[in-house]
């Protein structure tokens, strides 16, 4: 730390009545300024590597007009994903049953066990994941559930147009449901 | 017994070198700090696990905002020359290809692209230009800019796509963008994200404990 030495100003004598006799000397320890220096490099050291965005792949098939091409998955193994308003998630497995008895809520992040579970239950040359987004659903949650696909190391999945009347059943299930936090 | 007496020395250490030292790397880490040029447009991308890099050259970049407005930013200045051309041949459009050169960001129907490309570089920020007309299917005009641009690119290797859409973007201006990449056969394409590590007991967070890189 920085002293004072006060030693050396001892021999002076100014004259009667002066309170200061002493001169002070102006060594400063110059430790503090040098951590600080150090501590602004390694801050802009960290800072100019950190900036650089990321970039998501995403490969569209080729969109068939023959039902025939369609690549055709197990029912067994399917599960759609539909994604609604207010970071709503729905989910079914295999095709929709026509009471919708087997169309389920979820989250962002309760989705993710959703999956761990199918995946873990399905052979992988079966397992097929079908996101269809809504018309409300926002370019974050289409991202969200694109970067769960790879969160979760699931390599077949497709982004499908949604059918009308999956739409009708997310648009009603959104005014049931209360808005969904983000992850 | 006399006791070893050592000498001792001073051990007062003149600092100035070493802070010399300190302030010329801070300098030089000041000066070769380069920084992000200020967007006129502002976009909030959502977050991945995805750890590639966008590509800094070479690539067209489709930026989609909150309100679903679409520009696009092609980075090749010798390429916009040749796409200027060719618009102003097919559609008769009258460009200035030298502001259509320097502008950093299109952003207009084609009607109004000469008249965009007349405002001045500071004013023509995001919040009050058209955007490309995406949303009406019959009109999308994104279809015909990918159109000319991978006819400019012909026979060369492809340019990078990215798509820089905002997290409060809806689900049809996406699909609008990915509609006119599918009918010009553009069919691999990049997403700008903003990094984030691999969630905790997750497999990917397994794989990557396992040293596994990440495939994409």
């Keep these: 730390m920085a002293e004072m030495d006060t030693s050396s100003g001892g021999g ?147 982004l499908v147009d949604i059918a009308e009347s999956e739409a009708q059943l997310v648009k009603i299930s959104d005014q049931s449901a209360p808005a969904a936090g983000q992850n | 017994m006399g006791r070893a007496k050592l000498p001792r020395k001073s051990t007062n250490i003149d600092m100035t070198a070493m802070c010399d030292v300190a302030f010329l790397l801070l300098s030089f880490f000041i000066l070769t700090t380069k920084f992000k040029p200020s967007e006129a447009i502002a ?25 679903g407005k679409v520009f696009l930013e092609i980075e090749n200045e010798s390429k916009k020359e040749a796409i200027a051309t060719a618009l102003n041949s097919s559609h008769n459009l009258g460009l200035d290809v030298n502001a259509f050169k320097k502008a950093q960001f299109l952003g207009a129907p084609f009607s109004s692209l000469a008249s965009f490309l007349k405002i001045p570089d500071d004013q023509r920020k995001g919040n009050n230009l058209p955007g490309i007309p995406v949303k009406d299917t019959a009109n999308n005009e994104l279809v015909e800019w990918m159109r000319v641009i991978k006819d400019s690119y012909s026979g060369e290797k492809a340019p990078a796509l990215l798509l820089k859409g905002d997290n409060l973007a809806k689900y049809p201006a996406f699909k609008a963008i990915i509609d006119a990449f599918k009918k010009n056969d553009l069919l691999k394409f990049q997403m700008v994200t903003n990094p984030e590590g691999a969630p905790v007991g997750t497999d990917l967070w397994k794989k990557g404990q396992a040293g596994e890189k990440q495939e994409d």
């Design chain 1, 12 to 158: 002076h004598k100014k004259g009667p009545g002066v309170k200061k006799g002493k001169k002070l000397s102006t060594r400063v320890d110059l430790t503090p300024m040098v951590d600080l220096g150090f501590l602004l490099i390694t801050f802009f050291i960290f800072t100019t590597t950190m900036s650089q965005a990321t970039a998501m792949r995403l490969f569209l098939p080729k969109d068939a007009d023959k039902p025939e091409d369609q690549n055709k998955a197990k029912e067994s193994g399917v599960i759609t994903i539909l994604l609604g308003k207010d970071n709503h998630v729905f989910y079914y497995e295999g095709t929709l049953a026509n009471d919708g008895s087997n169309f389920k809520s979820s989250n962002f992040h309760d989705i993710r066990q959703v999956l761990i579970d199918k995946k873990a239950r399905t052979p992988e040359k079966d397992l097929v994941v079908v996101i269809k987004p809504s018309v409300e659903c926002t370019y974050k949650n289409v991202v969200d559930m694109l970067d769960e696909m790879a969160i979760n190391v699931l390599k077949r999945y497709a």
């Design chain 2, 43 to 67: 976009v909030t991308t959502p977050k991945s696990v995805s750890s590639k890099v966008a590509p800094q050259k070479d690539y067209v970049q489709v930026i989609m905002d909150k309100d």
